[in-house]
């Protein structure tokens, strides 16, 4: 068989994609209300107008309170609201892309346990948890970090959380999206689920995967016929001494399970069993913690200036951990693809062409990029154009000044100079230009 090409034509479920390169999910930090669908179509799509094949709307809550891991989060559980992103799916398909919709609930890492701000403002909310949490978690809620206030749901509460990720899916359908994607990873639910460091259940959710099974069933009996994907999480980032964990072994086993589970694509990544500087890497954000613009933020967010330093101290020392590895995921992915029978998507630290096209065919079948769209939202244009050459590269740095900033509910974008001015050189000079828009010097220029 061939080794496919970037812009090779895939098939999720039944649904072709134009190309294989996607946006991969990200924070839009869109909120919830009027202004909601305006928001997402301007974060979406000029990924969608520049060429890219599929484009996945990040983490969105399935239901109407609770399980925000970040200020800002949509939410998919009133029918009206849903109804209104009809708006965005319809801009998506005008460009001829595929969207999906990334289905979410934090459990643990939701916002009523690390924000200071929304815990006084919400003194109601008690998280959902799959066990109690583990001891680790427990001694972070002692020094005052974190605030546990945890309830372990009973099965019956397991399937009704279930129940929410099929009803999300099916509003979500009706309003346009393609894909549905369960965000498996990045310490949410799910994971939360698949984790041996999380899941101490003696139901039958136990076993993690079955609680990604019944949302399968949820998703297809509400839904219908929707391409269903997830992330898969191997847990090797772990600290030291983290001994109840998902191995690269065990990720594997997870995704020949949900490939028999009838998922149509597996997103295999790997990281540590926290909410850390794993699921990013890169370098230190310097600039977004000395920024006094969200300096009164992070004090809100975590209680204080003194404890806003402290985390940013833990964020110096984790960002040296996790030191940015290109494609740090690949490994993984080629794994998996030689376990499962459904196509494989490989996101994390992928950053050049010549490196998309030795994993494709190799590593995975379609690859994505995520913070890189923050400073280049037309980016396929350049990863796609005639005259695309193996060093073609992203202008982002991994810097992560983009991330950090939205613990306060400031949007996700690139707030790097250098980075800009490349962004900006490189759309003067019409990298970003697509041949529809060359085509005929009459037209406006939509991304200028």
Known sequence: MATPRLDDPLDIG???????????????????????????????????????????????????????????????ADPEFAASLSAVTERIHDHGAAVAVQLEYGGLRSMETWHAEYRRD????????????????????????????????????????????????????DAGYDVVHVAGANMGIVHQFLSP??????????????????????VRSRAGDVPLMTKVPAETAAPPGVRRRLTEDDAVELCRRLDGAGYDALVPVSGSVFWDASIVRGSFPARAWRDDRYRDGYAAAFGGPLRARLVELGNRIEAAWYDFDPAWNADLCRRVRDAVSVPVLCEGGIRERGEIDRLLG??????????PFYAEPELPARLLGRDVSADTRVVCENCNNCAVPQATGAPGVCRTPDVLARAGTLRMEGAYDTDSETADDDEPDPVG
Not at 20 to 45: I, M, N
Not at 138 to 160: H, I, K, N, P, W
């Open 362 to 371: 190799d590593a995975c079948d379609a690859v994505g990029m995520a913070r």
């Open 197 to 218: 460091f999380y899941n101490r259940r003696d139901d039958e959710f136990g076993d993690g995967v079955r609680f990604l099974e019944v949302v399968a069933d949820e």
């Open 14 to 76: 039944g649904l072709t994609l134009r190309n294989r390169l996607y946006r991969a999910p990200v924070l839009e930090c869109a909120g919830t209300g009027p202004e909601t669908p305006e928001r997402l179509a301007a974060e979406l799509e000029p990924a969608a107008r520049a060429g890219a094949g599929l484009i996945c709307q990040g983490a969105t809550i399935v239901r109407e309170a609770g399980g925000c891991a970040a200020p800002g989060m949509t939410r998919i």
């Open 122 to 173: 919400h003194p109601d909310l008690r998280q959902l948890a799959v066990s109690r949490p583990p001891r680790l978690l427990s001694l972070l809620d002692a020094l005052g970090f974190l605030d546990y206030d945890a309830r372990v749901m009973t099965t019956d509460e397991v399937y009704d959380l279930a129940a929410d990720f099929g009803r999300s899916a099916a509003m979500a359908v």
